[in-house]
């Protein structure tokens, strides 16, 4: 059996499994994932009863059966808000409306230790249970986009490790309070992370025109954005 372990963007390494096992790598693989396992099902266990309990009216309101076929989470940076919203049947359906307690810097981020918060359309890459911000979601920034902007531009390290979590405090991540943080977390372990698409705009671009902002492909990614939110707007036209 081949295995592939990747190192940041200095390429592939290959060994085979043969060669972990002499080494005590794959050992150490099957123990941290086995822990991973134990660990995120003891926080669905704590966490679980109580999140689903506060979700449970909302989705009930917004006539979507939880947990739902699919869902997205709508971050703004400029109102510091976040919309949840759910699919089901091909239908989406704003499910609630939390408040973003913190997020940081104006603008895509470019850099690592820029202190901002990205912008653009990402996926949920892993669910940490031992997050030192309560509970969290990873997001798979830099994407696609942001790489290729980022060599575009001649930028060699566009950062990373961008979360959504707990607690009110952030240099990057998406910051929601703790029980915000649990009611997400939980929604994704049952939903499924590949099924969640996460939305991060430098304002409500449904209702604000965008900013004006350098360099010059943010204008392309903010028209990306801008077409990605108007397919969620509530009944109320928002």
Known sequence: MIIILTFGAAGLL??????LRRSGLLRDFAERHLQHR????????????GA???LAPHFARAGVPFPPHRAAILVFKRERSMELWAESAGR????????????????????EG????????????????????HLSLLLDYPNGFDRAMAARDGRRDPGGEIYIHG???????????DEAAEELFVLAALTGIQRIRVVIAPCDLRRRPAPAA?????????????????????????
């Open 167 to 177: 607690k009110d405090v952030s240099v990057g991540c998406v910051a929601v309070g």
């Open 214 to 238: 350098a360099p010059p492909w943010v204008r392309e990614l903010y028209a990306s954005l801008k077409k990605e939110l108007e397919g969620y707007r509530s009944a109320a036209g928002r």
């Open 38 to 49: 134990s660990d995120l099902a003891r926080a669905l266990d704590r966490y679980g009863p």
């Open 114 to 133: 820029d202190r901002r918060t990205p912008e653009g359309i990402y996926r949920i890459t892993a669910l940490n249970p031992r997050s030192k911000y």
């Open 14 to 19: 290959i060994i085979t499994a043969a060669s």
């Open 52 to 54: 689903r309990a506060r």
């Open 92 to 111: 989406r359906r704003l499910v609630r409306r939390y408040p973003v307690l913190a997020v940081a810097g104006s603008g895509p981020k470019l850099r």
